[in-house]
């Protein structure tokens, strides 16, 4: 992984971004817009699911209202970590923190997409009986929480020295 971290540093795309020293804290920016739009989308169909709020619509309504955006800013995401990964190859590939954050991202979005496939097919079933289960709500929980966790660890990925020996940067 080094060595494609170096050789992708030195590509006039990754060159580009790094002359121009405005680009990384500009896209870092909406990045952090993003996944707030993230957190606030699952935080609010998680409350619906747990039964805190929204109860005076139905979980496909607040999916409705809430899943465009969850949509559009996980595109986002994916847009400006690229452009980040690229801008500064060796600080986000080199970092545990990046990887395990990647692999949060991936879980939390392959669930959000098994819930609204789920949902679009068996829409009165999650109304009637899916919203009452325990694991259903267990996973709203859980599914916030990994959302947070993607939060803090892609803040840790600056101080990624805190895994100690499992940071693949601190190996040069």
Not at 66 to 85: H, K, Q
Request: aromatic share 10%; net charge positive; proline share 2%.
């Amino acid at each position: 992984m080094n060595h494609f971290a170096e050789w992708l540093s030195r590509t006039s795309v990754s060159l580009v971004i790094q002359t121009h020293e405005w680009v990384v804290p500009a896209v870092q920016s909406i990045h952090i817009a993003a996944i707030g739009v993230v957190l606030a989308s699952v935080f609010m169909i998680d409350l619906r699911i747990l039964g805190w709020a929204g109860r005076d619509q139905t979980l496909t309504e607040t999916t409705a209202r809430f899943g465009p955006w969850l949509s559009g800013a996980l595109c986002v995401l994916l847009v400006t970590g690229a452009a980040m990964v690229v801008g500064e190859p060796v600080r986000e590939l080199l970092a545990f923190s990046f990887w395990l954050k990647m692999g949060l991202v991936a879980i939390g979005t392959v669930v959000a997409l098994i819930f609204q496939r789920s949902l679009g097919r068996q829409q009165v079933h999650w109304e009637t009986a899916r919203l009452n289960q325990q694991s259903i709500k267990a996973l709203a929980v859980v599914t916030f929480l990994v959302w947070i966790s993607v939060v803090v660890l892609g803040r840790l990925i600056a101080y990624d020295y805190v895994w100690g020996s499992w940071s693949t940067s601190l190996k040069g």
